[in-house]
């Protein structure tokens, strides 16, 4: 099965013939940590119009930004496109391999696509005016990028900029939204639901500059996000343990799981990562027929063919439980 996006675990279950409760998803990039939510669902007055104003300072804070310069949206991949709409330019410029919605955004709303293998050739010259999209930490690999000399090349470009945090709250590395005072032409989106552990409730928030963001609010809708994604999230960022619990567990787990693929015989290369998943050059096997010698386990892995410049030689591995993670090893010994 060729996964188009990871998590799809309804369909993978109903392929291999279980439940989907039995899945073992290593294909997701979901926190497996969970913040504790203080939060009787039951009791929460639905009755009146959502109004986010907690939750737009509880961002504000959290990434230390003022409440002018935060738009919030349904999911980051709304923000994505509502941006491509917004600024309505010729071209844009693709650090590959990437999120695949970049693409396809592009592609619906006219942009001509210039890719740049980060892999091989980072400081390739990007076209003037060009929209940059840098994702930082980069998916599907993981890695994080110091990216002060390749700002100042885009910015000398006159470049609109778009740097897409949603793994960096997973590393101790500091964010983009430095150079916000400095330049009026950069976006830094930030996916609220990756590392608080719930993709399901559909929160992303877009940053800039506060005359931007005003810009893009003239012409968004003023309901977008429901109440029960709005107090969700909010009680999650109550949790005043849950960023280092999960960066800890995290960080032990992917230790575990880099020794599980440095023993495992078919693995060419593991990519570093300071994101929640690694990446895999595999040898002697692609990840079509691991996933079906993987399917026995039940356990769904992320074929990486669909990110160019890649192919089925790569696969994404999440960082898991260490129950889930012991299964993996047993499973891939067993090869």
Avoid at 118 to 136: S, T
């Amino acid at each position: 099965m060729k996964q188009p996006h990871g998590g799809n675990i309804v369909a993978f279950a109903k392929e291999i013939g279980c439940e989907v409760r039995e899945v073992i998803d290593l294909s997701s990039n979901i926190n497996f940590v969970k913040p504790n939510i203080e939060l009787d669902f039951n009791s929460l007055n639905i009755s009146p119009y959502p109004n986010y104003n907690k939750l737009e300072k509880a961002i504000s804070k959290l990434y230390n930004i003022d409440i002018t310069e935060l738009e919030l949206f349904n999911g980051a991949t709304t923000a994505i496109y509502t941006l491509f709409i917004e600024l309505r330019l010729k071209e844009c410029v693709l650090y590959a391999p990437c999120y695949g919605e970049y693409e396809r955004s592009a592609k619906v709303n006219g942009y001509k696509i210039h890719y740049i293998n980060r892999f091989e050739n980072l400081y390739e010259k990007v076209p003037k005016d060009a929209l940059v999209i840098f994702v930082n930490p980069s998916t599907p690999d993981g890695n994080f990028y110091e990216i002060e000399k390749l700002m100042r090349h885009w910015i000398e470009q006159e470049c609109t900029i778009l740097v897409d945090e949603s793994f960096l709250d997973f590393t101790p590395y500091s964010s983009a939204t430095k150079y916000l005072k400095e330049y009026d032409k950069l976006y830094i989106l930030k996916s609220m639901t990756k590392f608080y552990a719930s993709a399901g409730i559909r929160i992303g928030a877009l940053l800039s500059c506060a005359k931007n963001i005003q810009s893009i609010k003239a012409k968004e809708p003023l309901w977008k996000i429901s109440q029960f994604d709005s107090n969700y999230l909010q009680s999650a960022l109550e949790d005043r343990t849950f960023k280092d619990r999960s960066k800890k567990s995290n960080r032990e787990n992917k230790e575990f799981l880099i020794t599980i693929f440095h023993k495992f015989k078919y693995t060419e290369k593991i990519y570093p990562s300071s994101a929640n998943f690694i990446l895999i050059e595999l040898k002697d096997i692609d990840a079509n027929r691991l996933q079906k010698a993987l399917n026995k386990y039940k356990i769904l892995i992320r074929n990486c063919a669909t990110f160019y410049p890649l192919n089925s030689s790569y696969a994404r591995i999440a960082v898991k439980s260490r129950g889930d993670l012991d299964i993996l090893k047993e499973a891939l010994l067993s090869l």
